[in-house]
């Protein structure tokens, strides 16, 4: 699981859907947590009509940002570490179970695959294109979860790494935590190559605990310091 997300909209770009803009509104803090998010307000100030503000807010319920209240409208909803440290228990289920069914049914061109993935991710350097980071490691996880039966648990998997990839996204990925993305993706691999879901499990609940802390322990310091930096 890599700790970014894409480079999102720029503050002002019109050319962003009202979904966009209004996300990274609530991600970059420019509205606040349990802030009311009124539907001719937002409308106004992003020059839209009503609709499209009401189905940005359904879909931002669906995905975690906005909590929606019967007689009450919509509300920002606080993206803390508290936040962060329940999505990632959830994926700490959710990510060994996938991985170990993939185990059982991995091909070698499967293998392959991830292992090309990996020397391409391997191959960056720290400060070249995040955007080619996050699409190969996205292709990596997709390779191993898309093709599962429980649909339901594949799309909350999607829906928790946008969210927690949104949330990372003004933070730097520290020189460390990037070294151990990459040795954690090629452990994952030997233990799929082996056939051996155990370890495979044990590889992915690791993985996933550490791009949660990394996460984490990033909003602490921009609490601190009021500013992203490395951890």
Not at 86 to 107: H, N, Q, S, Y
Not at 151 to 165: D, F, K, S, T
């Amino acid at each position: 699981m890599d700790d970014r997300q894409d480079s999102g909209t720029q503050p002002g770009d019109r050319r962003a859907s009202v979904y966009d803009r209004l996300r990274d509104d609530i991600v970059l803090g420019r509205v606040k947590p349990h802030e009311r998010l009124k539907v001719s307000e937002i409308a106004a100030r992003m020059g839209s009509s009503t609709n499209p503000v009401r189905e940005a807010l359904q879909q931002l319920r669906g995905e975690g940002f906005v909590i929606l209240e019967p007689n009450r409208g919509a509300r920002v909803r606080p993206m803390d570490a508290d936040f962060v440290r329940d999505i990632v228990e959830i994926e700490m289920l959710i990510e060994p179970k996938l991985t170990r069914w993939f185990v059982g049914m991995a091909t070698a061109e499967d293998i392959r695959a991830l292992d090309g993935l990996c020397a391409r991710m391997e191959a960056l350097k720290l400060d070249d294109d995040h955007e080619a980071q996050y699409e190969y490691d996205t292709q990596f996880h997709r390779l191993m979860y898309d093709r599962h039966y429980n649909r339901n648990a594949v799309e909350l998997w999607w829906r928790h790494r946008n969210i927690l990839g949104a949330i990372a996204r003004p933070f730097t990925v520290s020189p460390k935590r990037r070294n151990d993305v990459l040795a954690e993706h090629r452990a994952l691999v030997d233990a799929i190559r082996r056939h051996d879901a155990d370890e495979a499990a044990r590889v992915i609940e690791q993985h996933v605990e550490g791009s949660g802390r990394h996460i984490v322990e990033q909003m602490r310091a921009m609490d601190r310091s009021g500013r992203a930096r490395a951890v």
